[in-house]
């Protein structure tokens, strides 16, 4: 990567837009980057990384600070670089995030990043992400990789010499990215301890098995178990002694099965022969019970007989309840026409009540009606003005409106007027301050005439020589000469008093006229205000002060006016309504008379057919011998309730005779079948059976309970010792992979006992370090005329503390090896220098064939004396060969007078920096 041209706009300390065509710096070799302390050298080197990147060149300097502080609001922030790779142009364009000028209003508005590539075929990526990894993949190294390989960065030289194995081996894993190696090796650490770990529990799980594993008391292998259990045996012999217990408890536990199989069969026996002994008991018990239940079930039946024989009585009773029935039936009619009759009388009746109220009410209505068209008619008299009221107001109101806008006008004009007059009276007080000052002027312009004058003599007298005649008196003698004062005023003072004396009078006289003329506008527009105040009230006496009282008086009398308007209005409505609402009442006052009249016909009509249906229900009711059919009902079904009783009584007789006839002969059929079993009965001893089923079961109990725990044991030992098996296999195989595990943990993380602690990740950046330090003496021991040469430290202790990147220097001039930290300023700056050089070599080398034509080198020479200086700029001079173009960043003068190309930058503390470049 070659840059071509970099822009700069409103970037770091440069204000506006510096364009630097870094062609002219030549295709290789080495070029200065010079100026004042602050200039902006490093900003230089920042914006290309920044071009490249969106970052700066160093870790102290953020983005935030790339907008200039002496940049105008409406210039733009950004930064452009033209570069060459691999013979194909490029152009890479970016801004940081900045606040400009709003475009819209006032104030400041945000200016996002962006930034944008154009390719070689003219394909355009955008956006800073897309941007920066396109710049990725067509250089092949990121920001970081970039700094180490192409820019020295200021206070970067001794980080890397001075450093310990321990930052250094940072450094390195960054640079070299050694950071899998590390990983490898804490994978393989922790997969060793968790191994460790897994074995260590499976060891503790057989162990917790073997603990478990139980035997009889009593049993000849308890104190072999005992040893195994203390660990005292192996874990063959374990699963051995195992097997032997479990075949002896599983061969107890079959004999213990056998006799309680044999004692169930005994136990059934007896329970069988007791069963039968009980159902004997239970037989002669129910006989006895039977007995008594057939003589009880044979007076019932005797009773239920009886019962039955009295029912034909309750016959006759059933018919003459009939009869009763069929009478009141055949009379429902005669009840259906009364009420129907009764119901049309009650109707009549209610219509006569409701008419007869009717009538009462359209007589009131009527009456009501008569009084209120009389009412309103006298108000009609009284509201018949209303209209002429109206015009009348109306036009009074429209006079006070007139007279109210007439007065504002006249309110402006006095406004107007007493606004003038505050103007009028400023101009007197300006018109006097200015006579004022002309006075006092032309007072001192007097006073300096006068003294002048009166020096005139002392002058004259200054210049008189004895022996020739005064040009006033013509004396030859001059005894007496008049003075000079010491205060007499020059004639150029006499000029400037009456100079400025006559200004002054011009003032005074330019503002006695503008007070004259502001004079007259305030009299003529007095003379208005009077004129319409005349016109207005027909006076014009203190109308200037009295105008707010006018206007009070008007308004009032535009709101009395306005509310007598209203009453007015509202009396003419009522008047409109009274005369369409008394027609309209006088039509219904007839309507409801007619209404009247014909009421007071329907009801002498209805009550004529009251009587007619009066007479007709009382003959209805005399025929009937019930007051309601409802009565009628009810004593209907009181003779049916009858009916049903005695029926049910008659059923439920002969019901109970059959029932207890049934009862009786199943009774006696029973105690017949009893008695031909108790005939065939044996007899037991019911308590012998009991003891010997008692014994037996005593004796089966504690058979059963050895047989569990026999079986509980077998079962438990058999599921453990299936562990321990299960769990002796894995512990043998995890064995196995404990062993070269263990093996390659330890080669990785350096911890092989009486061997050097070196760990894979420093033993790789140990391989960098040895290239690195190869390239770097190459450049040393030339800076150094051939006196340092920069070494690994390879002594065994520091091997033993895993310290493998210490570095030490030799020094050929006197065969001693000691540490970098004893160098001086000098000597450590060709060091460093060396070192960052063969680092940047390394990178370059290491990363798949960059190809970077271009190196930066920020400050540092300072410390060389001049033929230190010649060494380090030749092995610089060596860099550049191959077309390699190398910019140094220095403020010292022995370097300006070695390199002939220079980008010179100068400062202005107004005004920003400026930069251009100087070649030959």
């Given at each position: 990567?070659?840059p071509l041209?970099l822009?700069?706009?409103?970037?770091g300390?440069y204000a506006?837009?510096v364009?630097?065509?870094?062609?002219k710096?030549?295709?290789g070799?080495?070029?200065l980057?010079?100026?004042?302390?602050g200039a902006?050298?490093?900003?230089?080197?920042?914006?290309v990384c920044f071009?490249?990147y969106?970052?700066?060149?160093g870790d102290?300097?953020?983005?935030?600070?790339?907008?200039?502080k002496y940049?105008n609001d409406?210039?733009?922030?950004y930064?452009?670089?033209?570069?060459e790779y691999?013979?194909e142009?490029?152009k890479?364009?970016?801004?940081p995030?900045y606040?400009?000028?709003?475009?819209?209003?006032e104030g400041?508005?945000?200016?996002?990043a962006n930034?944008?590539?154009i390719l070689p075929n003219?394909t355009?990526?955008s956006?800073t992400?897309e941007?920066?990894?396109?710049?990725?993949?067509?250089?092949?190294?990121?920001?970081?990789?970039f700094?180490?390989?192409?820019m020295?960065?200021?206070?970067?030289?001794?980080?890397?010499?001075?450093?310990d194995t321990?930052?250094r081996k940072?450094?390195?894993?960054k640079i070299f990215?050694?950071?899998p190696?590390?990983?490898?090796?804490?994978?393989?650490s922790?997969?060793?301890?968790e191994?460790?770990?897994?074995?260590?529990?499976?060891k503790?799980s057989?162990n917790q098995?073997?603990?478990?594993?139980?035997?009889?008391?009593?049993?000849?292998?308890?104190?072999?178990l005992e040893?195994?259990?203390?660990?005292e045996v192996?874990?063959?012999d374990?699963i051995?002694?195992?097997?032997?217990?479990?075949?002896?408890?599983?061969?107890?536990y079959?004999?213990l099965?056998?006799?309680l199989?044999?004692t169930?069969?005994?136990?059934?026996?007896l329970?069988?022969?007791?069963?039968?002994?009980k159902?004997?008991e239970?037989?002669?018990?129910e006989?006895a019970?039977i007995l008594?239940?057939?003589?009880?079930?044979?007076?019932n039946?005797?009773?239920?007989?009886?019962?039955?024989?009295?029912s034909?009585?309750?016959n006759?009773?059933?018919?003459a309840?009939?009869k009763?029935?069929?009478?009141?039936e055949?009379?429902?009619p005669?009840f259906d026409?009364?009420?129907?009759?009764q119901?049309?009388?009650?109707?009549?009746i209610q219509?006569?009540?409701?008419n007869?109220?009717?009538?009462?009410i359209?007589?009131?209505?009527y009456?009501?009606?008569?009084?209120?068209?009389?009412?309103k008619?006298?108000r009609?008299?009284?509201y018949?003005?209303?209209l002429?009221?109206?015009?009348?107001?109306n036009?009074?109101?429209?006079?006070?409106k007139?007279?109210?806008?007439?007065l504002?006008?006249?309110k402006?004009?006095?406004?107007?007027y007493k606004?003038e007059?505050?103007?009028?009276?400023?101009l007197q007080?300006?018109?006097k301050?200015?006579?004022d000052?002309?006075n006092?002027?032309?007072d001192e312009y007097?006073?300096?005439?006068?003294?002048?004058?009166?020096?005139q003599?002392?002058?004259?007298?200054s210049?008189?020589k004895?022996?020739e005649?005064?040009?006033?008196c013509?004396?030859?003698n001059?005894?007496?000469r008049?003075v000079?004062?010491?205060?007499?005023p020059?004639a150029?003072?006499v000029?400037?008093?009456?100079?400025?004396a006559q200004?002054s009078?011009?003032?005074?006289s330019e503002?006695?006229?503008?007070?004259?003329c502001?004079?007259a506008?305030i009299?003529?527009l007095?003379?208005n205000?009077?004129?319409?105040a005349?016109?207005l009230?027909d006076?014009?006496?203190n109308i200037?002060?009295?105008?707010n009282l006018?206007?009070?008086e008007?308004k009032k009398?535009?709101?009395?006016?306005k509310?007598?308007?209203?009453?007015?209005?509202s009396?003419d409505i009522?008047?409109?309504?009274?005369e369409t609402?008394?027609?309209?009442m006088?039509?219904?006052s007839?309507?409801?008379l007619?209404e009247?009249?014909?009421?007071k016909a329907?009801?002498?009509?209805?009550k004529?057919?009251v009587?007619?249906?009066?007479g007709?229900?009382?003959?209805?009711k005399n025929?009937l011998?019930f007051d309601?059919?409802?009565?009628a009902l009810?004593?209907?079904?009181e003779?049916?309730a009858?009916?049903?009783?005695?029926?049910?009584?008659?059923?439920?007789?002969?019901e109970?005779?059959?029932?207890?006839k049934?009862?009786?002969?199943t009774?006696?059929?029973k105690?017949?079948s009893l008695e031909n079993?108790?005939?065939d009965f044996?007899?037991?001893?019911?308590?012998?059976?009991?003891?010997?089923l008692?014994e037996?079961?005593?004796t089966?109990s504690?058979?059963?309970?050895?047989?569990?725990?026999?079986?509980y044991r077998?079962?438990?030992?058999k599921s453990?010792l299936k562990?321990?098996r299960?769990?002796?296999?894995d512990?043998?195989?995890l064995?196995?992979?404990?062993?070269?595990?263990?093996?390659?943990?330890?080669?990785?993380?350096?911890?092989i006992?009486g061997k050097e602690?070196?760990t894979l990740e420093?033993?790789?950046?140990?391989?960098?370090?040895?290239?690195?330090?190869?390239k770097?003496?190459?450049?040393?021991l030339t800076?150094?005329?051939?006196?340092y040469e920069?070494?690994r430290?390879?002594?065994?202790?520091t091997l033993k503390?895993?310290?493998?990147?210490a570095?030490?220097?030799l020094d050929?001039?006197?065969?001693?090896?000691?540490?970098?930290?004893?160098?001086?300023?000098?000597e450590?700056f060709?060091?460093?220098?060396s070192?960052?050089?063969?680092l940047?070599?390394?990178i370059q080398?290491?990363?798949g064939g960059?190809?970077?034509?271009?190196m930066?080198?920020?400050?540092?020479?300072?410390s060389?004396?001049?033929e230190?200086?010649?060494r380090a700029?030749?092995a610089?001079?060596?860099?550049?060969?191959?077309?390699?173009l190398v910019?140094?960043i220095?403020?010292?003068?022995?370097?300006?007078s070695?390199i002939?190309?220079?980008?010179i930058?100068t400062?202005?503390?107004?005004n920003?920096?400026f930069?251009?470049?100087v070649?030959q």
């Amino acid at each position: 990567m070659r840059p071509l041209k970099l822009t700069m706009s409103a970037f770091g300390p440069y204000a506006g837009e510096v364009s630097l065509d870094m062609r002219k710096l030549g295709n290789g070799g080495i070029y200065l980057i010079c100026g004042d302390t602050g200039a902006g050298k490093t900003t230089i080197f920042d914006a290309v990384c920044f071009a490249l990147y969106g970052k700066a060149s160093g870790d102290i300097r953020d983005k935030s600070s790339f907008r200039s502080k002496y940049a105008n609001d409406e210039t733009k922030t950004y930064v452009e670089l033209e570069f060459e790779y691999n013979g194909e142009m490029y152009k890479v364009t970016r801004n940081p995030e900045y606040l400009r000028k709003s475009k819209r209003g006032e104030g400041f508005a945000k200016q996002g990043a962006n930034a944008t590539l154009i390719l070689p075929n003219g394909t355009v990526v955008s956006k800073t992400n897309e941007v920066t990894a396109k710049i990725e993949e067509i250089l092949g190294v990121d920001k970081n990789q970039f700094s180490q390989i192409a820019m020295i960065a200021q206070g970067d030289f001794r980080k890397l010499l001075n450093c310990d194995t321990k930052e250094r081996k940072e450094i390195f894993r960054k640079i070299f990215k050694t950071e899998p190696y590390s990983q490898i090796e804490y994978k393989l650490s922790s997969l060793f301890n968790e191994l460790k770990k897994k074995r260590e529990r499976e060891k503790q799980s057989i162990n917790q098995y073997i603990s478990q594993f139980s035997c009889g008391e009593n049993d000849t292998l308890s104190p072999s178990l005992e040893s195994a259990k203390n660990g005292e045996v192996l874990i063959d012999d374990v699963i051995s002694l195992m097997n032997k217990i479990v075949e002896k408890d599983s061969a107890r536990y079959n004999e213990l099965n056998n006799f309680l199989e044999k004692t169930d069969k005994e136990t059934a026996k007896l329970t069988s022969a007791l069963a039968v002994a009980k159902n004997q008991e239970e037989s002669k018990k129910e006989y006895a019970n039977i007995l008594k239940e057939i003589e009880i079930a044979d007076k019932n039946f005797n009773e239920s007989k009886k019962v039955n024989s009295d029912s034909a009585a309750k016959n006759e009773t059933l018919e003459a309840l009939s009869k009763k029935i069929n009478l009141i039936e055949d009379k429902m009619p005669k009840f259906d026409e009364f009420e129907k009759v009764q119901n049309e009388l009650n109707i009549d009746i209610q219509t006569v009540k409701e008419n007869e109220q009717l009538l009462k009410i359209k007589e009131n209505e009527y009456a009501s009606l008569t009084c209120d068209i009389e009412e309103k008619t006298k108000r009609l008299q009284i509201y018949k003005n209303s209209l002429i009221d109206i015009e009348r107001l109306n036009s009074k109101l429209n006079d006070i409106k007139n007279k109210v806008q007439s007065l504002e006008e006249l309110k402006n004009e006095i406004k107007k007027y007493k606004e003038e007059k505050e103007k009028y009276s400023l101009l007197q007080e300006k018109a006097k301050s200015a006579l004022d000052k002309y006075n006092n002027l032309n007072d001192e312009y007097s006073m300096k005439y006068t003294a002048f004058l009166s020096e005139q003599a002392g002058i004259m007298a200054s210049e008189l020589k004895d022996g020739e005649p005064c040009p006033v008196c013509g004396s030859k003698n001059h005894p007496n000469r008049a003075v000079i004062s010491e205060n007499a005023p020059s004639a150029a003072d006499v000029e400037k008093a009456k100079a400025l004396a006559q200004k002054s009078q011009e003032y005074a006289s330019e503002a006695g006229k503008e007070c004259s003329c502001k004079k007259a506008v305030i009299d003529t527009l007095l003379q208005n205000v009077k004129a319409k105040a005349e016109k207005l009230f027909d006076t014009s006496e203190n109308i200037i002060e009295n105008v707010n009282l006018q206007n009070g008086e008007l308004k009032k009398e535009y709101e009395d006016t306005k509310a007598l308007l209203e009453e007015a209005e509202s009396k003419d409505i009522m008047r409109k309504k009274l005369e369409t609402d008394i027609p309209k009442m006088q039509e219904k006052s007839t309507l409801t008379l007619q209404e009247i009249s014909a009421c007071k016909a329907a009801v002498a009509s209805l009550k004529a057919r009251v009587d007619e249906k009066s007479g007709s229900v009382m003959k209805l009711k005399n025929e009937l011998d019930f007051d309601t059919k409802s009565h009628a009902l009810a004593k209907q079904n009181e003779y049916k309730a009858q009916v049903q009783l005695i029926k049910a009584e008659i059923e439920k007789a002969k019901e109970n005779l059959d029932k207890s006839k049934s009862r009786l002969d199943t009774l006696l059929g029973k105690k017949l079948s009893l008695e031909n079993s108790i005939k065939d009965f044996e007899n037991y001893d019911v308590e012998k059976l009991l003891q010997k089923l008692a014994e037996l079961e005593n004796t089966k109990s504690e058979e059963n309970e050895k047989a569990k725990l026999v079986y509980y044991r077998t079962e438990n030992n058999k599921s453990l010792l299936k562990e321990i098996r299960a769990r002796s296999r894995d512990l043998a195989l995890l064995d196995k992979k404990y062993v070269w595990l263990k093996s390659l943990s330890e080669t990785a993380n350096g911890d092989i006992s009486g061997k050097e602690k070196i760990t894979l990740e420093t033993f790789v950046q140990m391989t960098y370090f040895d290239r690195i330090l190869r390239k770097a003496n190459l450049r040393l021991l030339t800076m150094s005329d051939g006196q340092y040469e920069l070494i690994r430290r390879h002594d065994a202790e520091t091997l033993k503390k895993n310290e493998g990147l210490a570095l030490d220097v030799l020094d050929h001039f006197n065969g001693s090896t000691r540490s970098v930290s004893t160098l001086s300023g000098g000597e450590s700056f060709m060091a460093s220098l060396s070192l960052a050089l063969g680092l940047s070599d390394e990178i370059q080398s290491s990363s798949g064939g960059i190809k970077l034509d271009t190196m930066f080198v920020d400050e540092g020479f300072g410390s060389l004396d001049d033929e230190a200086l010649d060494r380090a700029l030749s092995a610089l001079n060596s860099l550049s060969q191959g077309g390699r173009l190398v910019g140094i960043i220095s403020h010292i003068d022995a370097l300006a007078s070695r390199i002939d190309n220079k980008i010179i930058v100068t400062k202005d503390r107004q005004n920003g920096s400026f930069a251009k470049i100087v070649a030959q």
